[in-house]
């Protein structure tokens, strides 16, 4: 069951956020995605300071069906795939800042692998609602 409260909320302020760097002179040639990334960093990485890195546009694609695990974690173990799989479903059950500090416990793989996950289905979420 989704706590919804918590996910609206989420959504909200990363809507908002979005917006805000979209209209910024420096990053008017950025993709949404790259944005939806931006704004998340700081909250997935509070610990480490990373660049954030350029993600592909291109979804992997297993089984005929759409994933949003990255493409890199396809010769992964099933442990490390279901682990950020775990995470990204955590942040619409749990809220964003509680499975981001969750993830955080997390080895670095693990967290950049959740970050470019959570990215996707964040990116997905927002479309569907037509807030970006």
């Keep these: 069951m989704f706590n919804y409260n918590t996910l609206e909320k989420d959504i909200e302020k990363l809507s908002r956020e979005v917006m805000e760097k979209k209209n910024l002179a ?3 040639e950025c993709s949404e995605r790259d944005i939806i990334k ?19 546009d291109s979804h ?3 089984n005929g069906e759409e994933t949003f695990l990255p493409d890199y ?5 099933v442990e490390i795939k279901l682990q950020v799989e775990k995470l990204v479903e955590s942040v619409f059950n749990d809220g964003l ?14 967290l950049d692998a959740f970050h470019d996950a959570l990215t996707d ?9 037509k807030l970006i």
């Design 26 to 28: 420096e990053n008017r």
């Design 97 to 110: 800042e509680k499975t981001i500090k969750k993830a955080t416990t997390s080895n670095a793989f693990v």
């Design 73 to 77: 974690l396809k010769d992964s173990s």
């Design 121 to 129: 289905k964040l990116y997905n979420e927002l479309k569907t609602r």
């Design 60 to 62: 992997a694609v297993s």
């Design 38 to 56: 931006q704004a998340i960093t700081p909250l997935v990485f509070q610990i480490k300071c990373q660049p954030v890195k350029k993600i592909n």
